[in-house]
């Protein structure tokens, strides 16, 4: 594929997000630091190889048992700078897996061997197996939501330096900002059977407004994911156990459920995100909402994956 250009004069892929700065400088710590560590080794291993040769036979050597603060210094100078390099290291991971709590887009991708599919929160989709960019805005933070619907795949974007496992029956996430306007390429880095080498799409992060006119245009009578989700909910008969307005029927109410935290009969709790969503549809008794009974039906084998996250899409509007 031609679109495949990375600068060939430098030594890591195009920055572009802030965030890849952050790792880049990290990295670059790290291979410089390990190599001052080599000089020092390996340097002054061969200084005394040669300084402390042992030149007659019957020349004494200078046997020393230990020294103890030697040791405590070789010992505890190397843990203060790998402490360190862990801290920095938390530190950008937690920028990277972290999303804001606003994103300018939230966009479903669904991985399968060996294309993938963006669904949009209006409705629009595209199955991709190369040709179809993922459109996001530049600028702003884009989050994706990721599953599978065979086996792991693994969404990468090395000008982001962001990366994130599709896996099948749950869903991850990932998030970046891209600072320009660009083309960027992803690459599936979880091997994934005889295309997976192949798997590869492009982002094409346009300006912000042009990404909010197109993703306006909706296509004609385009139902969205959670159009599908309030048809779906209506079918199923949820309502008659589960309230819109707050209001207690058989199970807990719908109302300001995403996003917020729940308490368990069992005394655990969790926030109410993607996959606790979709285990509760699915198996409901896996954890029961404390004060409430353990009445709901199990749905699973009776709905598709993309029926639930038509349901999970529409319980996010329910606010
Ligand atoms: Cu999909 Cu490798």
């Not at 197996?129 to 990468?156: N, R």
């Not at 005889?194 to 139902?223: C, L, N, Q, R, V």
């Not at 156990?241 to 005394?267: E, Q, T, W, Y």
């Not at 409901?284 to 699973?300: D, H, L, R, T």
């Amino acid at each position: 594929m031609s679109w495949i250009t990375f600068p060939a004069t430098s030594f890591m892929p195009i920055q572009a997000t802030e965030i890849a700065k952050e790792v880049d400088l990290l990295y670059a710590f790290l291979i410089v630091s390990s190599l001052v560590s080599f000089v020092i080794l390996i340097g002054g291993m061969t200084w005394f190889l040669v300084k402390y040769k042992r030149t007659s036979v019957d020349q004494k050597s200078a046997y020393i048992t230990h020294n103890n603060f030697a040791e405590f210094l070789w010992s505890f100078i190397p843990l203060l700078i790998l402490l360190g390099i862990f801290y920095w290291g938390m530190v950008i991971f937690e920028k990277l897996r972290v999303p804001p709590e606003e994103v300018a887009a939230e966009i479903h991708v669904t991985a399968e061997q060996w294309a993938w599919t963006y669904t949009y929160a209006n409705g629009k989709e595209f199955y991709s197996a190369g040709e179809d960019p993922l459109i996001v805005p530049a600028g702003k933070p884009t989050k994706l939501i990721l599953t599978s619907k065979d086996v792991i795949h693994s969404f990468f974007v090395p000008a982001f330096r962001a990366k994130q496992d599709a896996v099948p029956g749950k869903f991850t996430q990932l998030w970046f900002e891209p600072k320009e306007p660009g083309e960027f390429i992803v690459f599936c880095t979880e091997y994934c059977g005889t295309k997976h080498s192949g798997m590869m799409i492009k982002i094409k992060a346009i300006p912000a407004d042009d990404y909010a006119a197109w993703f306006h245009a909706e296509k004609k009578g385009a139902e969205t994911p959670a159009d599908k989700g309030k048809t779906l909910f209506a079918q199923k008969a949820c309502a008659s156990c589960h309230s819109l307005d707050g209001s207690r029927i058989v199970g807990p109410s719908m109302k300001g459920l995403f996003g917020n935290s729940r308490k368990f009969a069992d005394g655990s709790s969790a926030n109410a995100d993607e996959n606790y969503l979709r285990e509760s549809i699915l198996v409901s008794s896996a954890k029961i909402v404390e004060g409430y009974p353990p009445a709901m039906p199990v749905f699973q084998g009776q709905l598709s994956d993309e029926e639930v996250n038509n349901l999970i899409e529409y319980i996010k509007t329910i606010k």
